[in-house]
């Protein structure tokens, strides 16, 4: 059975309406799961078997039966696990149907089909009885319901369930406990990604500052947690203002409480600063005696000879509602607020008494809007300096007294800069009332409100009379705009040029001036387990999951590019950069295509994983910025990648994972981090396997569908 499907199409903005088969949306779930990095956690699966041994070895000791729940099955292997253990019997549930299927298949070529049910079903409606999916209630309870954030995947309600309806009174856990830790820390990197900073602009009549509107500076943000692989963040990057502590801990075996409710903790500074950010990881217990323990803590807390790199686990990042300063030595609270799913932070100067009536355990809402418009790899995109300066200097070169300016980008400063550089008259499009709403309290904060006109329509809308009748001399966009996933997607900006062709003056200057797409081939030190194959997995055969994710990855939007924050992510070059295509915005979009082919030649030796891909754009002819590759470094007689590296290898404390840094630079989309946290872009080649070699690539941009890539390994 097929569907029509309707969809956005990000870099023409047209609507398309695709046939998809019934099941397409399964494919893309499967395709871009977590599956192979879990069982490539050998970390994770040794320390699961070993707390499931041990709990099965309890039941047993004390004569009883063991019957094991695993919630949330996934391939069977936990339930395989506790079958081979002396398990008597195991209720393996799991709610996505494509994985309970594999999980069925996968539990049968093991051989434990009559010790193994696979239930496809939400634990919540999972029955008990003689006639029910359960003959009776477990007394040993399983589950891998975990995200970054402990409680994210709904882990709290699924276990006050299983509590109250599936499992025995004082049932073994595994895992038996979890417990957050979390750390108090100043980093104007990690800041930079939820505020935004002054921006100084050298005009002739005197240094102007564009300030945030009040509204936005004492905003709380959005309460969504910031994952990031901490491990990659240089110490030089925070400054830690107390030790780690522990925040809370949830003990499984015990009845659980999802109700919101909040914990605090006291903290005494070991230095002074701004306290703005709280980072916070968990570990779990596989046994009631703590022996057995899986832990998330960054490279600061543990030694690296314990490192497991995994990428369904990571660390948290949470920003408090504003920073505020601490003094060594002084105490303050520390509050951590939860629901079901999240958890957020506050920071409360100590008083004589512990006054805990001011807690207020509702989610922080955005209230200046400009977090619903920015994300936070776009925030710390406006806040970077320097790709800031290649701007106003490229608006220096175009912009005349006479000149009329508008800006097609949304949510952007250069209607700003605009202005203050000198421009007569500067207008602004922007598609979304979010995004005028945003932009007409930045005007006001900076007392231009009568200075820029915002036009709140599309390009192809545009008329005469939204312009004053007036012919735009400048045409300016960074580019960048909230539908794009993927760096070509701001491609847009070329069909908007395009839309609002007749409102330009003949002697238009459009900045930028042209983009071109770049690529590389590169090795992985650690990413590429996200798509590779398990096969046996402690002693299990799981290529039934294998097979499935191959088959999802064949579907069409399975093969497009995944978007990663590649300075986390390390990776080694194994060619030279590649210009692949060239978009001249000073023309309208071509009604032809553009397509290019080649083949790419290895320069080194590696496993070649996949291809990094990114765009740069050229504002004038001298003057360019980059979503990529900034540089690279020959050390070691080799080609590394510093899509800008944060910091060389000698500025990491020893007990880091130095070895690592000196083996890879960082892949890292902006100057020093965080500054310019653009999304460069894997195209993954296939279902990546240990000694896959790239061949012959394709890439072609199409007026009416925008641009599309393939390749042969």
């Known amino acids: 059975m097929k569907t029509f499907c309707g969809r956005a199409n990000p870099t023409t903005g047209a609507m398309e309406w695709l046939e998809e088969d ?52 996934g391939t069977g292997l936990l339930s395989m696990m506790a079958a081979s253990a002396g398990a008597d019997f195991c209720y393996a ?11 069925v298949k996968i539990v049968e070529k093991n051989g434990f089909c009559d010790k193994i049910k696979v239930i496809n079903k939400h634990s919540t409606e999972v029955t008990v009885g003689p006639d029910g999916d359960m003959q009776c209630r477990a007394n040993i309870l399983v589950t891998e319901l975990f995200d970054t954030e402990l409680i994210g995947e ?9 509590h109250k309806y599936l499992v025995q009174e004082g049932c073994e856990a595994v895992p038996h406990r979890a417990t957050v830790y979390v750390q108090l820390v100043e980093s104007k990197r990690m800041w930079s990604w939820n505020k935004l900073f002054p921006v100084c602009v050298e005009a002739e009549d005197g240094e102007k500052i564009v300030v945030s509107p009040s509204e936005m500076e ?87 000879s314990a490192f497991q790199w995994r990428d369904h686990w990571m660390q948290c990042v949470y920003f408090l509602p504003s920073e505020e300063p601490v003094l060594q030595g002084e105490k303050v609270y520390l509050t951590a607020c939860r629901d079901e799913y999240s958890v957020w932070y506050k920071l409360q100067k100590a008083r004589g008494e512990d ?75 922007e598609n979304s009332a979010v995004s005028r709403s945003v932009m007409e309290k930045f005007f006001k904060a900076n007392h231009l409100e009568d200075k820029i006109k ?19 001399s400048v045409l300016v966009g960074e580019p960048f705009f909230t539908t794009s996933l993927l760096p070509w997607h701001n491609l847009y900006f070329w069909y908007a040029r395009t839309a609002v062709c007749k409102h330009l003056a003949s002697n238009v200057t459009v900045l930028p001036q042209s983009a071109s797409l770049h690529m590389m081939i590169v090795e992985f030190q650690d990413l590429w387990r996200i798509r590779s194959p398990c096969g046996i997995c402690e002693g299990f055969d799981v290529r039934t999951m294998d097979d499935m994710i191959k088959s999802s990855l064949d579907f069409r939007e399975s093969k497009e590019a995944e978007p990663h924050p590649l300075w986390e992510y390390p990776c080694k070059s194994l060619s030279d950069p590649l210009e692949v295509l060239i978009f001249d915005f000073r023309e309208t979009v071509p009604q032809h295509c553009l397509s290019t082919e080649g083949s790419v030649n290895l320069l080194r030796k590696g496993k070649s994983h996949g291809a990094v891909l990114w765009m740069e754009y050229h504002l004038t002819a001298d003057i ?34 130095e070895r690592m840094r000196a083996d890879y630079l960082h892949v890292c989309e902006g100057k020093a981090l965080h500054r310019r946290v653009f999304f460069a872009v894997v195209w993954v080649l296939g279902y990546v396997s240990s000694d896959m070699h790239p061949g012959d690539w394709t890439s072609s941009f199409s007026p009416s569908s925008g641009f599309c890539s393939s390749a042969a390994a």
């Open 22 to 73: 019934e099941n397409y949306d399964y494919h893309q779930e499967i395709a871009r799961s977590r599956y192979a990095d879990m069982l490539h956690d050998k970390d994770r699966n040794m320390k699961y078997y070993q707390g499931i041994r041990a709990a099965v070895s309890r039941v047993k000791e004390r004569g009883e039966k063991a019957i094991v729940l695993d919630i949330g099955t």
């Open 93 to 103: 549930v799991e709610v996505f149907k494509p994985m309970a299927n594999a999980a």
């Open 154 to 162: 709904g882990a709290l309600p699924t276990y006050e369930h299983a």
């Open 218 to 304: 004492n905003c709380p943000g959005v309460p969504s947690v910031c994952d990031i692989q901490l491990n990659q963040m240089p110490s030089s990057d925070f400054t830690v203002l107390s030790d780690v502590v522990t925040m809370f801990s949830v003990d499984f075996s015990k009845p659980v409480r999802s109700a919101s409710t909040y914990y605090r903790v006291q903290l005494e500074p070991v230095k002074s600063g701004k306290a703005q950010i709280v980072l916070s990881w968990w570990d779990i217990d596989m046994d009631p005696s703590g022996t057995i323990n899986c832990t998330m803590a960054p490279y600061w807390v543990k030694s690296t």
């Open 355 to 429: 006054n805990k009536a001011d807690v207020c355990v509702e989610s922080p809402v955005c209230r200046c809007q400009a977090h619903l418009l920015w994300n936070r790899p776009r925030f710390g995109e406006l806040n970077d300096q320097n790709r800031t300066r290649q701007y106003i200097k490229s608006l220096m070169n175009v912009l005349r007294t006479d000149s009329v300016c508008l800006c097609i980008s949304d949510g952007s400063l250069l209607p700003v800069l605009a202005h203050y550089l000198g421009a007569k008259q500067v207008f602004t499009l």
């Open 454 to 472: 915002i036009l709140e329509a599309r390009p192809e809308s545009l008329t005469s009379s939204h312009l004053e009748d007036k012919k735009i």
């Open 624 to 657: 360019s910025v980059s979503t990529g590759l900034m540089q690279i470094s020959n050390e070691k007689q080799d080609s590394y990648l510093g899509f800008e590296s944060p910091k060389d290898a000698s500025s990491v404390d020893k007990g880091t994972n």
